[in-house]
């Protein structure tokens, strides 16, 4: 797209289809880069091209008014003064049309950036997803390293998850997955990121504090939720207790970061298999848990 040129449906069909090869998972975000880009190279050459317009415009107008004042020189100056003022009146239009331009691009790159943050937004719990936690983990890791400051990263999934949802529907399911969603964020700030990573399954970054400070934040708020009783809205059944279990690790305890957050998966697992409802420190290096 160029200056000048409207982004079109056909515009964007001809993105679109030259990116069909593209994840389906990667689409959205790929096709707002590109046209994050576009919109950046298209406000330059408006920028530009109003500025030259401008001066123009300045000079084309001392132009014609001097022919204005100029007498006796017959039909020539007069047909060169009316057509000085045709072109200053059409790149006066043009000038409207590029600030009118300008700001269409603008509303528009507001709007991507409202799709971006609602592309990186788990819409039932308004927890950062999955994408969104990869961006802070690779951001946070860079950041900690240069600093060094110490790096955890956490694993939560709801216990017996399954049979909650066979036994009291996905509605109740929903809710119990809000309401760990709601507990963990009670401890999220500038150092501390909390994300959906899919289904049952949170994912937690601590930043600037120990390992063994973030084992006790998050087993707090496991013991938090242990001794909360829960009944079904609409049955008024008891759920019964709702806990979770969590696996965590130091990421420079690891060669980078996915190594850590596999360590931390394992934690998890090992918290599952060893009862549930508790928190797992990964071993130094990636040994099996205990």
């Known amino acids: 797209m160029t200056a000048g040129l409207a982004v079109t449906q056909e515009w964007l069909d001809e993105i679109t289809a030259a990116d069909e090869t593209i994840d389906k998972h990667d689409g959205i975000q790929h096709l707002m880069a590109r046209l994050e880009t576009t919109l ?31 007498q006796g020189t017959g039909q020539i100056l007069s047909s060169l003064a009316d057509l000085a003022k045709a072109m200053l009146e059409r790149t ?3 000038e409207t049309d590029m600030r009118r331009s300008e700001e269409e691009a603008k ?28 961006t802070v983990l690779e951001r946070e890791y860079r950041d900690a390293r240069a600093s060094f400051d110490p790096l955890t990263v ?21 809710r119990v997955i809000r309401l760990i969603a709601e507990m963990l964020a009670t401890i999220s700030d500038d150092n501390c990121h909390v994300a959906r990573h899919g289904g049952e399954e ?4 601590f930043r600037g504090v120990s390992l063994s400070e973030a084992h006790k934040k998050l087993d707090g708020l496991r013991e938090q939720m242990a001794e909360r009783r829960l009944r079904n809205r609409k049955t008024d059944e008891p759920l019964g207790q709702i806990t979770f279990s969590a696996g965590i690790a130091d990421v420079f305890d690891f060669p980078d970061p996915r190594a850590a957050l596999k360590a931390a998966d394992e934690a998890l697992y090992a ?16 040994a099996q848990a205990a």
């Open 271 to 286: 918290a599952k298999q060893g009862g549930r409802n508790q928190v797992i420190i990964a071993p130094k290096g990636g």
């Open 92 to 94: 006066r239009k043009l």
């Open 202 to 205: 949170f994912v937690m970054l």
């Open 40 to 70: 950046e190279s298209f406000s330059k050459n408006a920028n530009a091209t109003r500025s030259a317009t401008a001066d123009y415009t300045d000079e084309l107008e001392q132009h014609v008014a001097e022919l204005d004042q100029v």
């Open 107 to 134: 509303a528009l790159r507001r709007s991507l950036e409202q799709a971006r943050r609602e592309a990186e937004i788990d819409h039932m719990t308004g927890l950062p997803n999955r994408r969104a936690f990869e």
């Open 154 to 174: 956490a694993f939560c999934d709801i216990d017996h998850f399954k049979r909650i949802n066979d036994t009291h529907g996905h509605d109740a399911g929903d």
